[in-house]
């Protein structure tokens, strides 16, 4: 394996994402024009029920895991939306690259658009609001965005997944799964709140643990070794997720999905 040719081919699709991001003003309203909406909406709500900073930290460190994790996900989907939309997937199949470099190199991208967002969204929740997010300290922070951007690529495997099964009929997952992962992965609350079976289903994924790790740091109480959970189930996805993408690839194959949605 030749380092150099593996570093190459990852960073042409991180380079597609770029070139994609700057012709399109709608991709970079999920970067920062959304954020920027639900600081205001959330961050006003909660100036309105004057709740204590333990609290605040509760739900403007979800406002913060939406923002970021939304950009990060997208872009691990956008590797295989783009080609569908372009009706370009065979050119991309039968190009001498691997399923790593398209998903390791859409991945970066997204980490850097979602670091962006997430030093946007600081600024703006400090001079708005008079919270400092990074207060957490440097390791908890450290530690939150890491879970953020490998929930992001779980996400985006999964879509990726859903797309090769069922073709343009699973777009829509794209822009709606992280909104059902706001109610059982405790977004806005503690999943202790929620009811046994959604509880159990919120604490099997690794998002729920990195929220838990990082609310810790604001004298909130949770469990022990939350973040030491959250990496050991994101190992546990990682290895599982990927697998799966290349079973649903070599299904999509055999069926012929990929010529109809190439020309």
Not at 59 to 81: K, R
Not at 228 to 233: F, Q
Request: proline share 3%.
């Amino acid at each position: 394996m030749n380092l150099s040719s593996e570093i190459a081919k990852t960073f042409a699709f991180t380079y597609r994402n770029v070139t994609m991001t700057k012709r399109n003003v709608f991709l970079l309203g999920d970067m920062l024009y959304w954020p920027f909406i639900a600081v205001l909406s959330i961050g006003f709500m909660l100036a309105y029920l004057q709740i204590g900073t333990r609290d605040a930290a509760v739900v403007l460190s979800g406002v913060v895991a939406m923002s970021v994790l939304q950009p990060c996900q997208l872009d691990v989907s956008y590797v295989l939306l783009f080609d569908m939309w372009s009706k370009s997937m065979k050119h991309t199949l039968v190009a001498p690259v691997g399923r790593r470099h398209y998903i390791v190199g859409a991945w970066l991208f997204g980490m850097f658009r979602g670091t962006v967002t997430f030093m946007v969204l600081v600024v703006l929740i400090r001079w708005l609001f008079k919270f400092d997010i990074l207060q957490a300290g440097i390791g908890p922070t450290i530690v939150f965005l890491s879970g953020l951007f490998l929930s992001g690529l779980f996400i985006g495997l999964l879509i990726i997944i859903l797309l090769y099964s069922f073709g343009m009929r699973a777009e829509i997952a794209a822009w709606s799964i992280v909104s059902v992962l706001m109610i059982v992965c405790g977004i806005y609350y503690p999943v202790d709140i929620l009811p046994p079976a959604a509880r159990m289903l919120g604490q099997a994924i690794p998002l729920t643990w990195f929220l838990d790790a990082f609310r810790q740091a604001f004298g909130l109480r949770g469990h022990e070794h939350a973040a030491l959970k959250g990496y050991a189930l994101s190992a546990i996805y990682m290895a599982g997720l990927y697998t799966l993408v290349m079973l649903s690839e070599k299904r999509a194959r055999r069926r012929g999905t990929i010529l109809k949605m190439s020309e």
